[in-house]
């Protein structure tokens, strides 16, 4: 692959597994040296071996992401052990899906910090980085259900709605600095928590493939090569923008046949 991003130090959060894994592995490709982020360096032990064995720079760091005093942290070891961060993205995240009327405010501020807030602490810190530098570029993970409804998820829905227009603020803010914020949002994709969910009986796989035009689930390369374009200089004059990934599911407003 071609090293459009040799010389870059990215930084993935939620980097063990899943979305975050195929990113990180994106980046590395692209000649990125790569910190993957997990709750526990030991989490992601395994993405940054496989990254290694096919000729990438990769090393795994551990930080609970809606924790302000170890994302401070985070960056200050990135930045000693790789360089300061040129590529942030936040990808972390989780699902606790529970009808609204018994929700309780523990899954709310659970939802919120690790989905949403993180993303302000993370951004924050890679933009004070970046601002005193050549400027850089910050992808959010967002979700379809940033923008469309679906039941049971109030508080996933709220934090990915939040970080879309979070996207908007901060992409406005730091352009003077030669810094791009921009927000890919993906459909269903198969991943562990699509797994859990399906196995808790919290969500239909086979409806969601019905649904979708493409009539299958995305896959984590699916965005991975999103995020590669957003990251890259092909994207230059993008920011502040929200770029869905999701085999024509939001595009869809007919009935299922
Ligand atoms: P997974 O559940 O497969 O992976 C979640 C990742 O986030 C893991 O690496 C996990 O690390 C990390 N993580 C969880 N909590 C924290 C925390 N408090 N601090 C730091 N890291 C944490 O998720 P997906 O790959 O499916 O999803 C990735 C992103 O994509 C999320 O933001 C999700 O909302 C979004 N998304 C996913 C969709 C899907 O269909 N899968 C659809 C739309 C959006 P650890 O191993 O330490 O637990």
Redesign the pocket.
Known sequence: MEPIFADKTALV????????ADIARELAACGATVAC????AE?AADIVAAIGAAGGRARAFG????VAAEVTRLFDEVAEALGPVDILVN?????APMPTLKMTEESWDLQMG??CK?VFLCSQAAARQMKDRDGGVIVN?????GRNASPATLGYCAS?AAVDHMTRVMAIEWARYGIRVNCVA????R????DQLEADGKLDARGLERRTPQRRLGS?ADIAHAVRYVASDDAAFMTGEVLVIDGGWTAFGYYQA
């Open positions: 959060t939620g980097a063990s597994r899943g979305i975050g982020v997990a709750t526990r989490n930080c609970r992401v809606e990808n972390a995240g989780l699902s690790v989905n993180s993970i967002g979700s379809i259900l990915k993906p459909g269903y994709i991943t562990e928590m699509i984590g």
